[in-house]
């Protein structure tokens, strides 16, 4: 039974990283396409 706790709780730990993770790259490219937008804008 230990050993399901252990690996049921490594499998939320790692579906915790790998959501972060996604959220991270997810932010970075949202930031990138509206400093691309910005840019485009100021250079009217």
């Given at each position: 039974m230990s050993a399901m706790d252990n690996a049921t709780r490594?499998?939320?730990?790692?579906?915790?990283?790998?959501?972060?993770?996604?959220n991270r790259a997810r932010q970075a490219a949202i930031t990138k396409e509206l400093m691309e937008i910005i840019g485009g804008a100021e250079a009217l």
């Open positions: 490594n499998a939320k730990e790692m579906t915790e990283k790998l959501t972060l993770q996604y």
